[in-house]
Nanobody
Framework: QVQLQESGPGLVKPSQTLFLTCTVS??????????WAWIRQPPGKGLEWMGV???????YYSPSLKSRTSIHRDTSKNQFTLPLLSVTPEDTAVYYC??????????????????WGQGTQVTVSS
């Protein structure tokens, strides 16, 4: 059974860089060829797709976030990470990592993902 666990700093000051990590456990066989995404939900708002990295390392990003973020993977640690530059209070959200069998750009429907983490709260405040 694949499990995803997000981790982050909890509180970040404006203009700093936010670093998020998703640790994947139980992925082997076909799941090793999945796609791994980051999605967030600001308070009182809907889910926002941020980007995805494929099993080959190819990356795709939301146009609104592309200039401030990137997704990296560390296969030796079974992790993929997302730094978000120059954060503002508008980046306050619960951040989720998720995995899908196929490439689905922009998708926020949980039913389209095979696996979904529990999320980590990040607050941007001075």
């Amino acid at each position: 059974q694949v499990q995803l666990q997000e981790s982050g700093p909890g509180l970040v000051k404006p203009s700093q860089t936010l670093f998020l990590t998703c640790t994947v456990s139980g992925a082997s066989g076909p799941t090793a060829f999945y796609y791994w995404a980051w999605i967030r939900q600001p308070p009182g708002k809907g889910l926002e797709w941020m980007g995805v990295i494929s099993y080959t390392g190819s990356t795709y990003y939301s146009p609104s976030l592309k200039s401030r973020t990137s997704i990296h993977r560390d296969t030796s640690k079974n992790q993929f990470t997302l730094p978000l530059l120059s954060v503002t209070p508008e980046d306050t959200a619960v951040y989720y990592c998720a995995s899908s069998k196929t490439l689905i750009l922009g998708a926020t429907d949980k039913n389209l993902y095979a696996y979904w983490g529990q999320g980590t709260q990040v607050t941007v405040s001075s």
